[in-house]
């Protein structure tokens, strides 16, 4: 690997290398990227041929769009935007399916994990705002496809582009819905951003990054558990802006450089349902929007089509350039903050020390990372 932007992590090459020869690594920014062992490869370039990246599929504009609400408040309330998640993965749930998606394992890291009941389904709601590892799931999806079963694999649009390739064909029971994508934050420098607030992770009970009882725009990062040295269970408690986990991942400090030119956008992922946030919602329709979170829903495919349309939620037809206004990430890529390899750089210091020392705005700081960015010292 030796342009990393190239490389959205989307372990495609691993899963499928016959030979078993490639490992996912991580770098010292603590993204996992592959690595081959030379001395078993055959030379049957099967990698090249399934990396999303290389291959990559045409641009599609989507067939509808619309802003949509569940009508279930709690469940809304606990999702992200308007909980058209939770309503896509019911739905195959009924049909006897399995729903994949992203959750946290016993460390608190983000995995890829797949449920059979409703009730599985909590953990995968709500955004985390760090790069999910995908495990087997690839190929656990495939057995499940094969099988029979219907299929709803949900996740970034690199991993949808990455489920498709190994997949190599299109198949009816699988219903493959992505996010509007920002992009996504280092693994490692979300481990050592825990180890800063939290002496023992065992404590943690819940982490929430957009929990919006107050809010959706204004949203909160909430970290709940029991720590001695406090007398309160929430170890977190801050405005999105005023997080310095979040703040990060919106100044483009911390995410994947292959983020900051994302090959999967524009409907090139392959996915028959994308959704995000619908940002803007109050001006183009004010009586619909409560504050309680308002899902953007592109359908892409008539699968995606079929499945939308007999959903419990309330939804309006948009215009797609009213859906682009205020989120730019549906289009095009973000730009990487200057000081992102600075800070990548500083982990060694723990993510906050690592954080404040690329936000110190003193003349010394500033002379500190320009001289890296110039001489990388
Ligand atoms: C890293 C990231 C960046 C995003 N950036 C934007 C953006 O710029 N603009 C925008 O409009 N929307 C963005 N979203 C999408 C948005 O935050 C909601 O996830 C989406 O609108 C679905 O919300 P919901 O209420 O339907 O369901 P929710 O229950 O909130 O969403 C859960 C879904 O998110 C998936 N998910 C959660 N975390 C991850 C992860 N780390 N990796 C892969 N999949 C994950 C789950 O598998 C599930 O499919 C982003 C999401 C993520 C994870
Ligand atoms: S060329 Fe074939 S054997 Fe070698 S790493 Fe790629 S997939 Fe594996
Ligand atoms: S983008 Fe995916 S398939 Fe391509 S090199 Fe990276 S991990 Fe492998
Ligand atoms: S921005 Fe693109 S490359 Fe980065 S995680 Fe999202 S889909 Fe993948």
Redesign the pocket.
């Known amino acids: 690997m030796t342009d990393k932007s190239k490389c959205c992590g989307c372990t495609v090459c691993a899963s499928i290398c016959p030979k078993q020869c490639i490992t996912m690594q991580e770098d010292e920014e603590g993204f996992l990227y592959p690595v081959i062992n030379k001395s078993l490869c055959i030379g049957c370039n099967l990698c090249q041929k399934v990396c999303p990246i290389l291959n990559q599929e045409d641009e599609r504009k989507p067939l509808s769009v619309y802003a949509a609400k569940s009508r279930d408040e709690e469940m ?1 309330l ?9 309503l896509l ?1 019911e739905k195959i749930i009924d049909r006897g399916g399995v729903v ?4 946290f394992n016993e460390n608190w890291e ?1 995995i ?1 994990d797949c449920t059979e009941t409703k009730e599985g389904l909590a953990a ?9 590892c995908i495990g087997n799931c690839y190929s656990k999806a495939k057995q499940y496809i094969q099988d029979g079963r219907q299929v709803m694999f ?3 649009p690199c ?1 949808i582009a990455g489920l498709k390739r190994f997949l190599g064909k299109d198949y009816d029971n699988l219903l493959a ?1 992505d ?7 280092s693994p490692k420098a979300w481990r050592l951003y825990l180890r800063d607030i939290v002496s023992d992770k065992q404590w943690i009970n819940s982490i929430r990054f ?1 929990a919006k009882s107050n809010s959706w725009r204004n949203f909160r990062l909430i970290i709940e558990g029991a720590d001695s040295r406090l007398n309160t269970n929430e170890l977190v408690n801050e405005k999105g802006y005023e997080n310095k986990w979040i703040h990060a991942f919106l100044l483009n400090l911390t995410l994947r450089l292959s983020c900051h030119d994302c090959q999967s956008l524009r409907g090139k992922s392959g996915s028959d349902i994308t ?5 803007g919602i109050e001006q183009f329709a004010a009586d619909f929007d409560d504050d309680k ?1 308002c ?2 829903v592109l359908v892409n495919t008539l699968k995606g089509e079929e499945i939308y349309s007999g959903l419990n939620c309330d939804s309006i037809v948009t215009p797609y350039k009213s859906a682009v206004l205020k ?1 730019p ?2 289009d095009r890529s973000v730009t990487a903050s200057i000081n992102r390899e600075f800070l990548l750089s500083q982990l060694d210091k723990g993510f906050i020390a690592a954080y404040d020392v690329c936000l110190d705005h003193s003349f010394p700081m500033r002379l500190r990372r320009f001289l890296f960015r110039k001489l990388g010292m």
């Open positions: 809304r606990a999702s992200s935007s308007g909980g058209v998640f939770t993965a994949f998606g992203a959750r983000v890829h995968f709601r709500g955004s985390k705002y760090v790069q999910s949900s996740g970034t991993q819905v996010v509007v994508c920002h992009g996504v934050p957009r959704l995000g946030d619908y940002w979170g899902s953007l989120n990430s549906l």
